[in-house]
């Protein structure tokens, strides 16, 4: 079964510090891969994403860096604010993103 | 841009009954719209993949005949979960794929609570 593994299943930082999720895909067809940001009670927003043709994007305070080699990608969350405590959640896909498959989740709390 | 709308945002029923939920891209038109289902704090499984005037795919262990999926138009598909029991409560959350060639990007509404008595 295609699996998307994401780790920590919980993650507490202090206001200001990085908040980093890591995630391991099984796919090598696997060529696009978003991370969102989930609120209770809502859907899920699109933060960021990569493809494998390079190996860091960066968007404001968030960062992903991907290794193809070791099939991983992470998130990096720089400066983390109150406001970033979220589940959030890594997927990948196929060519044209098709058929995401997601990873477990982490929830974020960012503490004062 | 990308505004993925669903409704209602939440649904209580009785068992037995069937209830409709809509899903509708508001700003751009979506050949492929996704429906995916999530249980507390849990991660989100794929249903059905919808395409604009053809059946839809069911992801393996999916009951098409349970969870009736329509994609009328660009626009609007809707999931029809018939003779709903208590099992199938749940967030029923859809998806819409927008962007150009190798450019796609999933947006997603903000998902449907549904609670069957």
């Known amino acids: 079964q295609q699996q998307v593994k994401q780790s920590p299943q919980s993650l507490i930082v202090q206001k200001g510090g990085i908040s980093i999720i890591n995630c391991a895909y099984e796919n090598t067809a696997f060529d696009y891969f978003p991370w969102y940001q989930q609120f209770p009670g809502k859907g899920p927003a699109l933060l960021i994403a990569i493809r494998p043709d390079v190996s860091e994007k960066k968007e404001g305070r968030f960062t992903i860096s991907f290794n193809k080699s070791a099939k991983q990608f992470s998130l990096h969350i720089m400066d983390s604010q109150p406001g970033d405590s979220a589940t959030y959640f890594c997927?990948?896909?196929?060519?044209?993103?098709?058929?995401?498959?997601f990873g477990t989740g982490t929830r974020l709390t960012i503490i004062p | 841009g990308a505004v993925v709308s669903q409704h209602p945002s939440w649904v209580i029923c009785k068992s037995g009954t069937s209830v409709k939920i809509e899903c509708r891209s508001l700003d751009f038109q979506a050949t492929t719209m996704f429906w995916y289902r999530q249980f507390p704090k849990q991660s989100l499984m794929l249903m059905a993949t919808s395409n604009e005037g053809s059946k839809a795919t069911y992801e393996q262990g999916v009951e098409k005949d349970k969870f009736l999926i329509n994609h009328a138009s660009l626009t609007l598909s809707t999931l029809t979960v018939t003779s709903a029991h208590p099992e199938d409560s749940s967030f029923y959350i859809c998806s819409a794929k927008t962007g150009t060639y190798n450019k796609e990007t999933q947006y997603f509404g903000p998902g449907t609570r549904l609670l069957v008595l």
């Open positions: 997927a990948a896909g196929p060519f044209g993103n098709e058929k995401l498959t």
